[in-house]
């Protein structure tokens, strides 16, 4: 019987340490949480994207585009959505303003993907601690 006893404390204290331990790690990660949150809670006006430059050849006869000296550049507009590529030119006049709109994008996305991780690291830990909890009916 004291022996036991003996054998359940020890499990106890490491159990007791390990619940701890992911405890803490929790908790640094639902301040980190919280820090990644508040970047995403007031987005800037975003545009779907990633700005490129773009060299054109043209259809004169004899013009310097045709020796390697292209026109350009021009901007482009490259948007994924689900595999699908399109390609929207940018007009010059737009381009400060869609450049900053594409970078805002970017960095959203960019927290997201930081956020959804963070969550994903915190689901694992709270499975841990259930796992520690789990009994079984006889
Ligand atoms: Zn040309």
């Known amino acids: 019987m004291h022996a036991y006893y003996i054998y359940t404390d020890m499990i106890n204290k490491k159990s007791r340490e390990k619940l701890s331990r992911i405890r803490q790690q929790i908790y640094q990660l639902s301040r980190l949480r919280e820090t990644q949150l508040k970047q995403l809670l007031h987005p800037k006006p975003m545009i779907i994207g990633s700005l490129y430059e773009v060299y054109k ?8 585009c045709k020796k390697g000296q292209k026109h350009g550049p021009f901007f482009a507009l490259s948007i994924s959505i689900d595999a699908k590529r399109t390609v929207k030119m940018v007009k010059k006049k737009d381009l400060t303003v869609v450049r900053k709109k594409a970078l805002a994008y970017q960095a959203f996305q960019q927290g997201l993907a930081r956020i959804r991780k963070t969550n994903k690291e915190v689901d694992t830990l709270l499975e ?8 079984e009916y006889h």
Not at 128 to 135: A, C, P, S, T
Request: hydrophobic letters at 25%; one cysteine or more.
């Open 57 to 64: 050849t043209c259809s004169k006869a004899n013009c310097c």
């Open 128 to 135: 841990q601690i259930k796992q520690e909890f789990m009994e």
